[in-house]
């Protein structure tokens, strides 16, 4: 039973990845270590393994673009801001997100 609820848990993560990479994303630009450790600390615990590929992803789908920035402590970092294009799938996310909430509250307090 444990293996199955941390299966789910572990699915509903990465369903939930993108969307949070793009409502942090939108707030100010990232790069990669940067993006983790916020997400860490909102508990969301995300590997730079699964991160990369959804980066590379997101901006090959025109949703992200990035530039690279010289940093004080070591070699340039590659800093990913959101797309306008990627901002409207955002808004369309968000508003998927509150009707899922909204039925799955609805559906928590239901009073037999």
């Known amino acids: 039973m444990a293996t199955n609820i941390d299966n789910l848990k572990s699915q ?3 369903g939930m990845l993108e969307f949070c990479v793009l409502l942090l ?3 100010s630009d990232a790069y990669a270590s940067e993006i983790i450790a ?3 600390n909102a508990h969301m615990i995300v590997m730079e393994g699964t991160l990369y590929p959804l980066l590379t992803r997101l901006k090959n789908d ?3 673009s990035y530039r690279w920035q010289e ?3 070591g070699p340039p970092r590659k800093y990913y801001s959101i797309t306008p294009i990627g901002q409207m799938y955002l808004d369309q996310l968000e508003e998927s997100w509150r009707e899922i909430s909204l ?3 609805h559906l928590q307090n239901l009073q037999s």
Do not use: D, F, P, W
Request: no cysteine.
């Open 103 to 105: 039925t799955v509250n």
């Open 12 to 14: 509903m993560r990465k």
């Open 25 to 27: 994303l939108q707030h």
């Open 38 to 40: 916020k997400m860490k």
């Open 62 to 64: 025109g949703l992200l």
């Open 71 to 73: 940093s004080t402590s």
